[in-house]
């Protein structure tokens, strides 16, 4: 399995940025081509006029859906390794109902406020900007909402495993219901343009049942990966991200309760030394991963990266991550005695970084924090102010 | 990192330049970019006034030597803020040293103005000649230069040419930052400030005739920034360890997403679309266009003036 | 659509557009292994500008605190460039359809001001709706949707329904 190729480490971050660019420039296209640049269009939605919404975003979800699914059902794919959103019930419920108030008042949702104000309308730009203020709205006034935010947390949770059915079994009914529905959405458009005496939109029926052929051909592929071995997937042990030691440990010092950290080493190399409150897996008892909540993130410590989990904590339903460089890199970094270094010369991050190995060094192994790291010297302004020598040109 | 070492390395770590440098902020790479844009403007309008006409062309090229001053004086104005002893500044004018780039800016900068303040009298129309004559006493100078007219237009276009590609040299040449080790930063800053200066001219109206005009240069530019942009990509991927070092900063490493992103897809990839795409449906101009190119040149003189900062041989294993 | 001009090109059919934006989604989580995003960008631009104003402010909301955290920028981050992109893939799209242009797009009986208020009002309300949703149509409903992740479709339907109850109220503005 290599997809998705970025957690599989097919390329750094920075790589995946323009990715995300390009991406946009996709996505941006297809809805400014779907008509979802214009407030009318999208109004007309709700209005029963015109169902360009739910039938773009129909069968772009089935379309989708059941790639994945052929995806993962060919054993190509990882379902595990895709960024779901959580499931919050409250939150969503309340949420969307209120972006759906928002949406019909504005006339845009935030995606395609972005792409009629690309257009040139004004009513996006100013949409997109009250999305902004809004975002602040809640953000400054997080307390209120933070018992609601936070309620109904069922965590990564899909239909598939809800209805305990295979995913591509849903993805498949998911096209059925996607194209039932939009037999009767046409049904609705014709009822409500006879009523108007209007022409009702978008009566080709070529790229429409063309259009329905390719889901039904996507669903039954999806379908047809059930017949496949399913040995692949479940042969391949799970694969753990990596985390960097200075994040790990600091937020291991300030949120304990976040994480659950396993050293896998040999347990003489365990018990001798290893992080604080790190267990050794020798002592992590049958059953206790699964058990463990998956809000929490699983820390491998190994003597170096570990790249697959082991099978005893196989059963953890959440995240895994495994600390980068391992014991060795931990111990290098903040045992060993720190160098000072002058800090009026590093950019802001290199500073923050260097602060807080600094703080994290004093804590870990009660020496002195190093002396050049005094808060009151760094200046909180862009570097570019501090102390200038002279410049060009 | 050993305390046997530190005195060896505490010789070599020179606060404001390792391990990162950290003298030239947003002051200078605004200040590249105005050197740029009014580097493109001067050559742009010289060009397209090279031939007297019988009718006076749109306002803004009528003004666009004097509109390029102002913005020099602007871009000077940053750099003057960038000084830590400002009143030294005449110091550079004690001196001409051929081998210093900044040197050589500091000269070009100064013979710029009367070059280019002559030129923008030139340009005017009759209607802004005649106001302007009514206030100044600049009859005899007006007289003197329309017989100068092809030596002063000549002038105005070498200073732009000289200014366009000493803004990359003044990088360029400090080889002891890795990401500036490229001879290609002069001519890639200069032909980066032909496009910023035709997309500014785009921005105001313009005959038809000098629009179609600027829109082919400014597609030509474009077209050869990205070529020599890859020639130096490929130059340092296929140079020694520091080449390589500053070949991952942009591919994969930590500038590659605002490298990509805002320079050459922002910047570049995407007006190149929007203008033929204009010229092939003969659309009219919106100014989304030009004001992408504007935002992507100031993007690559930001980026590989951070990137070059950030970049330096202590970085080699 | 009573704008539209003759050298306009028309919208693509939607079942069509639909498969199209599916494959992007598909890509983008074949590639990336996440789905797209509309809100994420605007959250962070914003806390962004206001961590410039008010620092502080900012830096004690246990919201927005963690995001201002030393060692990381506001703006580093994947929503971001793909808001970039989604930007210029909509300039792409408009301009070559012959569909760029400065206006107001508004229902036939809705005045300058009333547009320009209620596209704000709308903009505001969205903008909570999406922090307390943890995403808007296109990070929940769209993306989550097609992972077929249980709480999404939830949001899905709630965003239909919250508009289909107030849509009535805002007929005259719209019709």
């Known amino acids: 399995m290599m997809l998705p190729l970025y957690p599989n480490e097919f390329f750094g971050r920075s790589t995946g940025m323009v990715v995300g660019t390009l991406t946009g420039i996709g996505f941006g296209f297809a809805l400014e081509r779907s008509g979802f640049g214009r407030a009318p269009i999208l109004a007309a939605q709700f209005y029963g006029t015109n169902m360009r919404v739910f039938k773009v975003m129909f069968t772009a979800i089935a379309t989708a859906a059941t790639g994945l699914a052929i995806l993962a059902g060919l054993g190509w794919l990882d379902l595990g390794q895709l960024t779901i959103p959580e499931t919050y019930w409250w939150p969503q419920l309340t949420g969307g109902l209120l972006l759906g108030v928002g949406f019909i008042i504005a006339g845009y949702c935030p995606g395609t406020a972005c792409v009629a104000a690309a257009s040139g309308d004004i009513g996006g730009m100013l949409t997109y900007l009250g999305v902004m203020l809004g975002s ?9 909402f933070a018992d609601l935010y936070l309620s109904g947390k069922a965590g990564v949770l899909r239909l598939d495993t809800l209805f305990g059915l295979p995913y591509s079994v849903v993805a498949a009914a998911v096209v059925a219901l996607a194209v039932g529905c939009f037999f009767g959405a046409e049904a609705i458009e014709r009822w409500f343009s006879k009523r108007n005496q209007q022409v009702a939109p978008d009566a080709l029926m070529r790229p429409r049942n063309r259009s329905f052929a390719v889901l039904a051909v996507l669903a039954l592929a999806a379908l047809a990966t059930l017949a496949l071995p399913q040995t692949v997937q479940s042969a391949v042990a799970r694969k753990a991200g990596t985390i960097k030691v200075l994040p790990l440990v600091d937020t291991a010092l300030r949120q304990p309760e976040k994480l659950w950290l396993v050293d896998v080493r040999e347990q003489k190399l365990c018990k001798d030394r290893t992080l604080p409150a790190a267990v050794c897996l020798s002592d992590v008892t049958k059953g206790a991963a699964a058990a463990m909540p998956s809000h929490q993130q699983l820390v491998l410590i190994g003597g170096d990266t570990i790249k697959e989990v082991p099978t005893q904590l196989a059963e953890f339903a959440g995240e895994v991550v495994s600390v980068q460089g391992g014991y060795p890199a931990y111990a290098a970094e903040l045992l060993a005695d720190l160098p000072a270094e002058a800090t009026q010369s590093m950019s802001p991050a290199r500073l923050a970084e260097y602060r807080l190995r600094g703080a994290l060094h004093a804590r870990l192994t009660g020496a002195q924090a190093p002396v050049a790291a005094p808060a009151a010297v760094v200046p909180t302004a862009a570097p570019a102010s501090a102390a200038k020598k002279g410049g060009g040109c | 990192m050993l305390p046997t070492l530190l005195e060896h390395t505490s010789t070599r770590v020179n606060a404001e330049i390792d391990p990162v440098l950290h003298i030239w902020g947003w002051e200078i790479a605004v200040y590249l970019f105005l050197g740029g844009l009014v580097a493109g403007l001067l050559i742009l309008s010289s060009l397209l006034l090279w031939r007297p006409r019988d009718t006076a062309p749109a306002r803004i090229l009528q003004l666009a030597p004097l509109v390029a001053l102002v913005l020099l004086s602007l871009g000077m104005g940053t750099l003057f803020l960038d000084l830590a002893y400002k009143l030294h500044v005449f110091r550079f004018y004690l001196a001409f040293r051929p081998t210093s780039p900044m040197s050589w800016g500091a000269w070009i900068l100064v013979l710029i103005y009367p070059v280019a303040a002559l030129s923008g009298l030139l340009a005017l129309g009759p209607e802004l000649q005649g106001k302007l004559l009514k206030k100044l006493p600049l009859v005899g100078v007006l007289a003197w230069a329309q017989r100068q007219r092809q030596v002063l237009l000549g002038a105005t276009l070498a200073g732009g040419v000289g200014l366009g590609i000493y803004t990359g040299l003044l990088l360029g040449t400090l080889t002891a930052r890795i ?4 001879a290609v930063l002069g001519p890639l800053f200069l032909t980066s400030g032909l496009s910023s200066g035709a997309a500014f001219l785009l921005l105001f109206k313009l005959d038809e005739a ?3 005009r600027l829109v082919r240069w400014d597609m030509l530019a474009l077209a050869v920034e990205g070529v020599l942009i890859a020639s130096m990509v490929l130059g340092f991927a ?16 930590a500038w590659t997403a605002s490298f990509w992103s805002l320079v ?11 203008e ?9 101009l919106v100014a989304v266009t030009p004001a992408l190119v504007l935002l992507g040149g100031l993007a690559l003189r930001a980026v590989l003036l951070a990137a070059g900062q950030d970049s330096g041989f202590r970085l080699l294993p | 659509m009573s704008d539209k001009t003759h050298n306009e090109a028309p919208f693509w059919n939607p079942y069509l557009a639909g498969i199209f934006l599916g494959l992007v989604l598909l890509g983008s989580f074949v590639v990336m292994g996440n789905g797209l995003g509309g809100s994420g960008a605007a959250n962070r631009v914003a806390i962004g500008a206001a961590h410039l104003v008010a620092p502080q402010a900012v830096e004690n909301s246990a919201y927005m605190g963690p995001m201002v955290a030393p060692g990381q920028h506001i703006l580093d981050d994947w929503l971001v460039w793909e808001v ?15 569909r760029m242009k400065l206006v107001l797009l508004r229902g036939p009986r809705a005045t300058v001001l009333s547009r320009l208020a209620l596209a704000l009002i709308g903009g505001v309300i969205m903008g909570v709706a999406a922090r307390l949703g943890r995403g808007c149509t296109s990070g929940q409903a769209l993306t989550g949707g097609a992972a077929l992740a249980a709480g999404s479709w939830v949001f899905m339907f709630a965003v239909f329904g919250g508009g289909y109850l107030v849509a009535p109220l805002l007929r005259r503005y719209w019709k």
């Open chain 2, 264 to 274: 050459v897809v922002m910047g570049i990839a995407v007006p190149l679309v929007l």
């Open chain 2, 276 to 284: 033929s795409i204009e010229i092939k449906k003969h659309l009219p």
């Open chain 2, 238 to 253: 296929n140079a020694g360890a520091a080449g390589q070092l500053a070949a991952d900063a942009l591919l994969g490493g």
């Open chain 2, 210 to 212: 000098d629009r179609h």
């Open chain 1, 136 to 144: 602040l709205v809640f953000g400054f006034t997080y307390p209120v």
């Open chain 3, 84 to 98: 970039l992109g989604v930007f210029l893939g909509g300039a792409l799209a408009a301009y070559s359809a012959g």
């Open chain 2, 179 to 182: 990401q500036w080790n490229t």
